[in-house]
Structure formats: C-alpha cells, structure tokens
C-alpha cells in the first residue's frame, strides 16, 4: 500500500485500485499523522488540529476515525491482533510506513539527495520522478485546517527549490533551453525568488536568445530596486556581466544545497553569507547586506519569507562577543518576532533556524541575565528540534548556537570539546567544510583551556589545512594567535622562549588580526590582556603604558595597572567596583585578574567569591578557553585566594 498526499489525500492498494479512506475527518487523520513523518502525534493534539471548537466528544469520535482507517488500511490483519501502520504510542498515535510509500517523504528525500549530491548519475531522474508526482497543492482536500495550510506553505516552498534545482542541473550538464517557458512562468509567479531570474537568463542564454537574457536581468534588477530597495545579488551581477563580454559558456561556480530553503532577497543572503565567511573588510558588509534582506523580507509582511531569510545566514560563529551588539539585537529581536508569529506549531525546521539564530546572536557578553536565560532556551530547543529533523546542516548549526552559550560558569572546557567534537563529526561526514573547521577551532580551545597544548597544535594544523580549501582567511590569523599563546606558555619553562620573544609574537599575531578589519568583539583588548597574562607567567607587573587599549577587560585590569604604579587606594576601590566576569571566553581568566588583585590587597570577601567561582576550573589554564593568550594554571590563582579568604 501507498499513501499520496501531494494532490488530495489518498491511498492506495499494491495494485493501484483505491483504499476507501472514509470521510472527510477520517482523510485528514490520516493527513495529520502523514505530516508528522513517522512521529507520535498526541490525542490531544490531533483533538485541536480536527476541530476549531471540540465537541464534548471530541476523543471518542477520533478513536472511532482511528479503528475506521485501521479496518481499511490494513484489512487482512486478524482480530485481536496489534494493527503494524496506525499504531497507538504513548498518549497518541503514529503512522509506520517505510517512507518510499508515501509521496510526501519520497519527494523530501529525493530533493536532500539532489542538493547534497547533485552530481550523482541518477540526480536528475529521481528529482524529475519526484516532481511529477505532485497532483495539486498538498493536503489539497483537507481545508480550513491551521496545521494542512502550514504544511502547504512548506511543501510548496520545498517543490519551488526542487523545480529551481532542477533547472540549474540541466543547466549545468549543457542543455535547458526548453525551459524558457517553464521558467518564464516560475519567475512570473515568484518573482521574489530572485535566483529563478538567474536560470532564466541563463536559458535564454542558452537558447541564443542574449538580448532577451539580458532584458530578463535588467528587469529583475528594476523590480528588486522598486519593491524591496535592493541590488541584484552577486551571481546575478556575473550572469549580466558574462553575457555582456560574450561569453560562450555560463557556467557559474556549483551551488553547494544545504538543508533549508533561501527565499525572497535570497542572492542577497546568500552573498552575506559568502562575505562572512571570507572575513577582513567583507565581513562588515556581509552583516550590513544581511540586516538590510531581514529587514527587506519584513516589509513584505510574509513570516514564513521572513523564517527563511533570517536562518539563511548560518555562518559558523566562535567569540562570544558580539563585533556589532545593535545589530546582533536587531537580528535577534527579528528572529523573536518571527517565532511568535510561526506559533509553536510552525515548521520545525524554520523554528529550529530562528531559534538557532537567537542563540548564535545572543553573544553573551553583551546580554543581561534574563536574556542570557532566553538565549541558552533557545540553543536547546533549537537543538532539540534539529536532532528530531535528522537534518545534518541544521544540527550543526543548532550546536553553534548550544556552543556560544556554554560560557554560563567556569570550568566547562570539557564539555565544549565535546560540542566542539560532534560538530567536527558531523561536519566531516555530511562535507560541510565551514563548520568542520568551526569544530576544529572550538576543539583548540578546549584543549588549550584544558592546558593540552599537543593536541591544540594539532587542531590548529588541522584548521589551516582545511582553511585552505574553505578560504577562511581568518583561520591563520587565529591559529597564529595559539602559538603566540604557546611561545609564552613555555617561556616559563627552562631553556624557553624568552619573554621578550613572546612579546613579539603576541605583537605579529596583533598586526595580522588588525588587518583583518571587522572583528572589534575579538579584537579589542586582546593584545593588552595578553601581555599583561605574560608579565604575570613572569611574575612581572602589569602593564601600564597609556596607549594600551584594554578595551572590555578595563574593568578587571584596573585594580592590577593601578597596583603596578604603587597607587593601593585607587587599586581596591577600583578592585570594589570590579563586576562579575559575563560568562564568556575570558571569564576564567577574569576571575584570576579578580583573585591575584584581591590576594595582593588583603580584600577576603573578593578573595573569596573569586575563590568559589574558580573552584571548578581548577584544572584549566587562564585565558586558555580563547586559544589565544594565557594567564598561566587557574590553579595557581585560586590558591592565592584561598590563602587570602582563610587568613584570619
């Protein structure tokens, strides 16, 4: 037997002669446990999905929907006997059918395989045969429901990709000029999707019909302009350029398709977020295009456009300070909005890439308690939600976000490793090479903070190698960052580095990072804190030369660069006006400045709230959670201030 869903719901036997379904509610139970994809779907749930008020009788009448589907779907099963496809579970019901005999599935499959291989022989076939499949729109006769106009908006979207994917394989293998008038008609009706414009001119183009090619551009270019205030994406640009010079073949760089659909100003997204990952000075233009496309999909007033442009940009991320707070804020207040108005029962997958969003965003730093609160929520419900997808991609981008709030207490490097170390798992298996050396870079500092520096150098070689391939400009300067941080752990030791040449090398690793441009949530302060880390390895005292820029750490570097100019008064007010250290890379490190300061004034109650705060980071290195600087062994500074609290 087979269910189609694609079209008006229906079932059919091995024979291909109809199974009498029921009636209507009886269709769209069957409908509703379709589109759970095999999950348990709640009583209740299934009670408020059929009825918009239930009837006092409400559970009754679908268990009696329930036993009508069981006789007519599975009408040899013996009396008394359990039925093996409408299958009671738990407080509900589920549907167990291997997905080859549902539309629906067969269709979402075919379309992961084709964006994950697209060079694969049968590619195309299976992605034609999908396609074809379609009869109308899904769950056509199931009307009035919240939950089927949902799963309409979805699937729509999935076969608009699928209709564009296909195009560009046919354009990519050297035919498609018969699909001028199919994508004429696409772009016609979707006008938003502006890589549509793209394999049209490229049909044209093909077609020989260039002049035609390029009016198709420029009149994209003019509706971007007019009804969203946007410039055409990169790839479109090219497109117009390439025709323009006479080129003979068009044949653009193949489009890696991830999980997820790219809707509305979707060239623009795409391009933020090529810009992001190469870093420098591209990087402050990939957000600025990145807000202007969140923004741009608002105006149109469409949540699920709106979803889909927000979780496009899903570049890995690192630090745990925003380089932009405003507009980190702006993104994630977008993103909260869109989720209340997708309702809890949105599409999982646009839900897990807004929440996932909130939480990469929600760098914590910069946020109060209570925001920190909603942001590690929404790093686990988005995780949750990707590990029930089965969506690689997704995941990936959900741990990033469970990553980024990690930093809630100190002495958690371990478990970031672990983080660190499924991202990389994932990442390698599935070939997504951008978050493979996120996994990478996460995995050096968690060996770093764990003072393992072997297998940190071995992370950083492996980060490199990749970046290669990736383009990751900033990788190096990063990993030029741990070994400048190596050179001054071993300056300590016997036959070492100088300290003078530690210095110099913390110096080269700052030059290479001002260069890069973009980054003031990495950059600022980094350099100052990490020559005051190796004074202190030296028993030396801070700093105290003007021009440092301490940037965000000022406020725990204070009370030391007020010691080392023999001024104690002004050291322990400033040491009394020392904040809790947020919970960030840098909050180990933060919390020894605190101790050292406090043991070195007599300050006990300092002395020993730093005391409790370091206690589980006992085995950790200072500054060592960055990868890029070090204060030496936590140990050291809790031991300093215990001996400072217990002092009678």
């Avoid at 013996?78 to 299958?87: A, I, K, M």
């Avoid at 551009?217 to 025709?243: K, S, V, Y």
């Avoid at 029930?388 to 469970?402: H, I, R």
């Avoid at 290479?512 to 100052?528: I, V």
Wanted: charged share 25%; net charge neutral.
């Amino acid at each position: 037997m087979r269910i189609d869903v694609l079209g008006a719901v229906r079932a059919l036997r091995d024979d291909g002669t109809p199974v009498d379904l029921g009636g209507p509610r009886h269709r769209e139970v069957l409908a509703r446990l379709v589109a759970a994809g095999g999950r348990m779907v709640a009583t209740d749930t299934l009670v408020e999905d059929l009825w918009a008020e239930p009837p006092v009788r409400a559970v009754g009448a679908l268990r009696t929907f329930v036993a009508a589907l069981r006789r007519a779907i599975e009408p040899g099963r013996p009396p008394r006997t359990p039925p093996r496809v409408l299958v009671t579970e738990g407080p509900g019901y589920a549907l167990r059918l291997p997905r080859d005999t549902v539309d629906v599935h067969r269709f979402e499959d075919a379309l992961a395989r084709a964006r994950r291989t697209p060079d694969a022989p049968d590619a195309l076939t299976d992605l034609d045969r999908a396609l074809a499949a379609w009869r109308g729109p899904a769950y056509a006769d199931v009307t009035g429901s919240a939950w089927a106009q949902r799963e309409r908006t979805r699937l729509e979207e999935l076969r608009l990709e699928g209709v564009e994917l296909r195009a560009r394989l046919l354009l990519d293998s050297g035919s498609g000029a018969e699909l001028v008038a199919e994508l004429g008609a696409h772009v016609t009706e979707h006008p938003w999707r502006e890589p549509a414009w793209g394999l049209l001119a490229r049909a044209l183009h093909r077609a020989g019909r260039q002049a035609d090619a390029l009016a198709t551009l420029r009149r994209a270019r003019t509706m971007l302009a007019d009804q969203l205030g946007l410039d055409p994406g990169a790839e479109l640009r090219r497109l117009e350029t390439d025709i323009l010079q006479g080129a003979t073949t068009l044949q653009p760089p193949r489009t890696v398709w991830t999980a997820g659909v790219r809707l509305g100003p979707r060239t623009t997204v795409e391009l933020a977020r090529t810009l992001a990952l190469a870093g420098g000075d591209a990087l402050l233009h990939s957000r600025r295009d990145r807000l202007a496309a969140v923004q741009a999909a608002e105006r149109t007033g469409d949540t699920s456009l709106t979803a889909r442009v927000i979780g496009a940009y899903d570049v890995p991320a690192l630090w745990s300070r925003a380089d932009d707070p405003a507009q980190s804020r702006a993104v994630v207040t977008a993103a909260e909005r869109t989720l209340t108005a997708l309702g809890t029962d949105g599409p999982a997958e646009l839900r897990a890439r807004l929440l996932a969003t909130v939480a990469v965003e929600s760098r914590s730093a910069d946020l109060s308690a209570s925001e920190r609160r909603r942001a590690g929520q929404a790093a686990r419900e988005a995780e949750a939600l990707a590990r029930e997808l089965g969506d690689p991609a997704l995941l990936v981008f959900a741990l990033n976000g469970v990553f980024l709030q990690s930093f809630t207490r100190p002495g958690l490097a371990a478990a970031r490793d672990v983080i660190g170390a499924e991202i990389l798992d994932l990442a390698t298996r599935h070939a997504l090479p951008n978050f493979a050396v996120l996994g990478r870079l996460i995995r050096l500092q968690s060996a770093s903070a764990l003072g393992d520096l072997d297998a940190a150098t071995a992370h950083a070689e492996a980060a490199e190698q990749l970046a290669v391939t990736t383009e990751a400009s900033l990788v190096p300067v990063l990993t030029g960052w741990f070994r400048a941080r190596v050179t001054a752990a071993r300056s300590t030791e016997l036959g070492g580095p100088a300290a003078a040449t530690a210095a110099a090398h913390y110096r080269a690793a700052e030059d290479a990072l001002a260069e890069t441009a973009g980054m003031p949530g990495l950059h600022r302060g980094l350099f100052a804190l990490a020559l005051l880390g190796l004074r202190l390895l030296h028993g030396r005292p801070a700093p105290t030369d003007p021009a440092l820029d301490w940037g965000p750490y000022r406020p725990w570097t204070r009370p030391l660069v007020l010691l080392a100019g023999n001024r104690d008064e002004e050291a322990r007010a400033a040491l009394a006006m020392t904040p809790e250290p947020p919970p960030e890379h840098m909050q180990e490190a933060l919390w020894c400045l605190t101790a050292h300061a406090a043991a070195r004034l007599g300050e006990r109650p300092v002395a020993a709230r730093a005391a409790t705060a370091l206690r589980p980071a006992r085995t950790e290195e200072a500054g060592g959670a960055s990868g890029m600087l070090t204060l030496g062994p936590v140990a050291r500074y809790l031991a300093e201030a215990e001996a400072c609290a217990d002092k009678g």
